[in-house]
């Protein structure tokens, strides 16, 4: 236990940590900063995230063929709105613009016209024109749920999407907005875990082979039980710095006040795309944070077996940054981002997992073997 | 007892000990041989670092590699180049090792000033060994390798880096040490080992040539070294004619020791070998084997 303890303190060097900082700083400002001061991004998308969290308070987390018409009642309602502003403008008038119809084909090629178009969406920003776009998109939604299967060409995906068209699920009004902020925020999130993952854990067993530590350490009582210690510890290390990155993912992300959907189906007629399984937004949540936790388990396994081949920083940083690429990679495009959307084979999610998991944990045991077995030369 | 049983290393094709048996009881070996002769080799095989290629090594009958960290709990290694942290201190680093000894905290904490008063390390026990000489490292070393209070204390080149007091000290703990436990250490300087080991090992040829305690090795010399003294300018034809194992110069002239089986000259006197003289008659450059 104590010798646990030492190799985990060894692990947080703080020239190491200070750096972690720094690339945490980049990559806030890089990738994730945006999404957490541009959520919603822009309008209609303010306007449909409000609406939809109005929907939740008056049709709770699924809207059905009878909410849908008092939905649509509630957009004449707003489009009675709209009218009543057109008449009261001068300029609409001038133009000949009477109704919200009439607005909303108008002739933009026309410059009086898109002058007018202009001034009334961009510069007095009426509110009401930019809920009625957030309206007609999530009707348009609504009225076309299903007919996307057109475009899964996989028997599986058409099944799928079948089977959710049957289930009330699809009804749900958890907006595509709130699934892309939470996916793109936590898939990057994600790579830098993996690389302050690596950073921590790559130093396990280097620094004691470049200060010749190793033939002292090897022949103590804990001799070559020390590789197994030195795992764990890499394993308490990868465990925490996960977690407190997550934590303060979290700290940001509440933020963007996304609570009220944490309930709802994620397949839903309003997101991008569906999922292989029934998640709720709170059930996919904890999956991705299971997700993120393999990877970074895999990252650590990894590290720590080339931490211990390597014979300097060279070879282990060739070794290791191609690891981190291709993990990296995977887990934006699928692992961690877009986890279990359809769009990607289940079985090539899955699989790619239990590769990873397999390849890491062979080396490791393999490693473990060796370590009785070699001349520590 | 600690037996090496016919054991032989090969580091690939490349054979670096070839059948060693050797046996150890409580006392002080010196393993004395010039560089590249195997020392390392053997310590790192007596230390279970590495394995031997044929042959094993037992302690009280047992494989050693069997005991495992019943073996291992036993020992006190100080490697060749011995390894640390630079940020370290003294008393840290050996805490650390304590721990990896399975030693308790409480135990160590007062165990290791103790052991760095021993070694003339207690004013610096607090300082990060990042500044300190070679010679204050190696001391570092000696009192990891004590920590455990070890029945069979291994220590390859010890004295490196160490002056001539240091060694001195050196040497007076060693003895103070030796009574109840084994302690093998390797040099190529005679000096270290020739008042205080009870054998010396000579390993030769990939071998152990002799292990004997230092009066036995000074006899097969015994009546066949001689000294006497030449000028500068003869020194050259003196080198050719006789095995000369050392020079030295004294008063503006040579003083030559060297081998010779019978008297060369009535009188060049006829002198007591020393450990040294074995030392150079073994490994010296033509040599009479
Ligand atoms: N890991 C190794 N691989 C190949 N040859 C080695 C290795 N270690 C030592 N040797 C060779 O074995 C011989 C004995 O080396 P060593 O045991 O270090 O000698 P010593 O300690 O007496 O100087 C030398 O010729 C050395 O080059
Ligand atoms: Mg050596």
Same mark, same amino acid.
Request: include cysteine; aromatic fraction near 14%; charge should be neutral.
């Given at each position: 236990?104590?010798?646990?303890?030492?190799?985990?303190?060894?692990?947080?060097?703080?020239?190491?940590?200070?750096?972690?900082?720094?690339?945490?700083?980049?990559?806030?400002?890089?990738?994730?900063?945006?999404?957490?001061?541009?959520?919603?991004?822009?309008?209609?998308?303010?306007?449909?995230?409000?609406?939809?969290?109005?929907?939740?308070?008056?049709?709770?987390?699924?809207?059905?063929?009878?909410?849908?018409?008092?939905?649509?009642?509630?957009?004449?309602?707003?489009?009675?709105?709209?009218?009543?502003?057109?008449?009261?403008?001068?300029?609409?008038?001038?133009?000949?613009?009477?109704?919200?119809?009439?607005?909303?084909?108008?002739?933009?090629?026309?410059?009086?016209?898109?002058?007018?178009?202009?001034?009334?969406?961009?510069?007095?920003?009426?509110?009401?024109?930019?809920?009625?776009?957030?309206?007609?998109?999530?009707?348009?939604?609504?009225?076309?749920?299903?007919?996307?299967?057109?475009?899964?060409?996989?028997?599986?995906?058409?099944?799928?999407?079948?089977?959710?068209?049957?289930?009330?699920?699809?009804?749900?009004?958890?907006?595509?907005?709130?699934?892309?902020?939470?996916?793109?925020?936590?898939?990057?999130?994600? =790579?830098?875990?993996?690389?302050?993952? =690596?950073?921590?854990?790559?130093?396990?067993?280097?620094?004691?082979?470049?200060?010749?530590?190793?033939?002292?350490?090897?022949?103590?009582?804990?001799?070559?039980?020390?590789?197994?210690?030195?795992?764990?510890?890499?394993?308490?290390?990868?465990?925490?710095?996960?977690?407190?990155?997550?934590?303060?993912?979290?700290?940001?992300?509440?933020?963007?006040?996304?609570?009220?959907?944490?309930?709802?189906?994620?397949?839903?007629?309003?997101?991008?795309?569906?999922?292989?399984?029934?998640?709720?937004?709170?059930?996919?949540?904890?999956?991705?944070?299971?997700?993120?936790?393999?990877?970074?388990?895999?990252?650590?396994?990894?590290?720590?077996?080339?931490?211990?081949?390597?014979?300097?920083?060279?070879?282990?940083?060739?070794?290791?940054?191609?690891?981190? =690429?291709?993990?990296?990679?995977?887990?934006?495009?699928?692992?961690?981002?877009?986890?279990?959307?359809?769009?990607?084979?289940?079985?090539?999610?899955?699989?790619?997992?239990?590769?990873?998991?397999?390849?890491?944990?062979?080396?490791?045991?393999?490693?473990?073997?060796?370590?009785?077995?070699?001349?520590?030369? | 007892?600690?037996?090496?049983?016919?054991?032989?290393?090969?580091?690939?094709?490349?054979?670096?000990?070839?059948?060693?048996?050797?046996?150890?009881?409580?006392?002080?070996?010196?393993?004395?041989?010039?560089?590249?002769?195997?020392?390392?080799?053997?310590?790192?095989?007596?230390?279970?670092?590495?394995?031997?290629?044929?042959?094993?090594?037992?302690?009280?009958?047992?494989?050693?590699?069997?005991?495992?960290?019943?073996?291992?709990?036993?020992?006190?290694?100080?490697?060749?180049?011995?390894?640390?942290?630079?940020?370290?201190?003294?008393?840290?680093?050996?805490?650390?090792?304590?721990?990896?000894?399975?030693?308790?905290?409480?135990?160590?904490?007062?165990?290791?000033?103790?052991?760095?008063?021993?070694?003339?390390?207690?004013?610096?026990?607090?300082?990060?060994?990042?500044?300190?000489?070679?010679?204050?490292?190696?001391?570092?070393?000696?009192?990891?390798?004590?920590?455990?209070?070890?029945?069979?204390?291994?220590?390859?080149?010890?004295?490196?880096?160490?002056?001539?007091?240091?060694?001195?000290?050196?040497?007076?703990?060693?003895?103070?040490?030796?009574?109840?436990?084994?302690?093998?250490?390797?040099?190529?300087?005679?000096?270290?080992?020739?008042?205080?080991?009870?054998?010396?090992?000579?390993?030769?040829?990939?071998?152990?040539?002799?292990?004997?305690?230092?009066?036995?090795?000074?006899?097969?010399?015994?009546?066949?070294?001689?000294?006497?003294?030449?000028?500068?300018?003869?020194?050259?034809?003196?080198?050719?004619?006789?095995?000369?194992?050392?020079?030295?110069?004294?008063?503006?002239?040579?003083?030559?020791?060297?081998?010779?089986?019978?008297?060369?000259?009535?009188?060049?006197?006829?002198?007591?070998?020393?450990?040294?003289?074995?030392?150079?008659?073994?490994?010296?450059?033509?040599?009479?084997?």
């Amino acid at each position: 236990m104590r010798v646990f303890l030492y190799e985990l303190r060894k692990l947080f060097n703080w020239k190491v940590l200070l750096l972690i900082l720094f690339i945490s700083f980049l990559f806030y400002k890089l990738f994730l900063s945006f999404y957490f001061e541009n959520f919603p991004n822009g309008r209609p998308a303010k306007d449909e995230f409000m609406i939809t969290k109005e929907m939740i308070n008056k049709y709770g987390h699924e809207m059905d063929e009878k909410e849908f018409q008092h939905f649509k009642n509630w957009y004449k309602q707003k489009k009675d709105e709209a009218n009543a502003y057109l008449k009261s403008q001068q300029d609409a008038e001038k133009l000949g613009i009477t109704t919200y119809e009439q607005f909303r084909q108008l002739d933009l090629t026309n410059k009086q016209y898109a002058d007018f178009h202009e001034k009334v969406v961009f510069v007095d920003q009426a509110d009401v024109f930019w809920e009625l776009q957030a309206f007609e998109n999530i009707i348009e939604q609504y009225e076309s749920k299903g007919r996307d299967i057109e475009s899964y060409t996989d028997e599986d995906q058409q099944e799928r999407v079948k089977q959710i068209m049957a289930n009330n699920d699809v009804n749900s009004v958890f907006p595509y907005l709130v699934y892309e902020n939470y996916n793109e925020l936590t898939r990057f999130w994600t =790579v830098l875990i993996i690389i302050s993952v =690596v950073m921590v854990t790559c130093r396990v067993h280097i620094t004691d082979r470049l200060n010749n530590a190793i033939s002292l350490q090897y022949t103590t009582k804990t001799g070559r039980n020390l590789f197994s210690l030195k795992l764990l510890a890499a394993l308490a290390a990868t465990a925490l710095i996960t977690t407190v990155q997550i934590v303060i993912f979290w700290f940001f992300y509440l933020g963007n006040g996304t609570q009220a959907f944490f309930p709802l189906s994620i397949n839903s007629f309003y997101n991008f795309y569906y999922f292989w399984f029934d998640f709720t937004f709170e059930g996919y949540i904890i999956t991705t944070v299971i997700a993120i936790y393999i990877v970074a388990i895999v990252a650590a396994l990894f590290s720590v077996f080339f931490s211990r081949i390597a014979q300097n920083y060279i070879t282990l940083i060739g070794s290791l940054v191609p690891i981190v =690429v291709l993990l990296s990679y995977c887990t934006l495009k699928y692992l961690v981002g877009e986890l279990f959307a359809i769009l990607h084979p289940l079985m090539l999610t899955i699989g790619t997992f239990l590769v990873l998991i397999a390849i890491s944990t062979i080396f490791i045991i393999y490693r473990m073997k060796q370590e009785k077995l070699v001349d520590l030369i | 007892m600690l037996i090496v049983d016919h054991v032989s290393k090969y580091y690939g094709n490349f054979i670096a000990l070839e059948n060693v048996h050797l046996q150890f009881d409580n006392g002080i070996y010196g393993l004395l041989a010039p560089n590249g002769a195997g020392k390392t080799t053997l310590m790192k095989m007596l230390v279970t670092l590495i394995f031997p290629t044929k042959g094993e090594i037992r302690y009280n009958g047992e494989n050693i590699i069997h005991l495992g960290s019943k073996y291992r709990e036993l020992l006190g290694y100080l490697p060749q180049q011995f390894g640390y942290y630079k940020h370290y201190t003294p008393a840290k680093y050996l805490l650390y090792l304590s721990a990896l000894k399975g030693i308790s905290k409480h135990e160590a904490k007062e165990k290791i000033p103790e052991l760095l008063k021993l070694v003339g390390l207690e004013d610096v026990m607090h300082k990060k060994m990042r500044k300190f000489s070679g010679g204050m490292i190696q001391r570092v070393g000696i009192a990891q390798a004590l920590l455990n209070d070890p029945k069979i204390l291994i220590l390859d080149e010890p004295t490196a880096g160490l002056d001539p007091t240091e060694r001195a000290r050196f040497r007076k703990l060693l003895t103070q040490l030796a009574n109840n436990r084994i302690i093998i250490l390797s040099t190529h300087i005679v000096s270290d080992v020739e008042s205080i080991a009870n054998e010396i090992i000579m390993i030769k040829d990939k071998t152990i040539l002799y292990k004997k305690p230092i009066r036995e090795l000074c006899q097969l010399l015994s009546g066949r070294i001689y000294e006497t003294a030449a000028d500068f300018q003869d020194a050259e034809i003196f080198r050719k004619r006789f095995a000369t194992i050392s020079e030295k110069q004294e008063n503006g002239q040579m003083i030559f020791r060297f081998v010779s089986d019978e008297q060369p000259n009535e009188n060049w006197k006829s002198v007591e070998p020393t450990l040294e003289d074995v030392f150079l008659h073994v490994y010296g450059e033509g040599a009479l084997a």
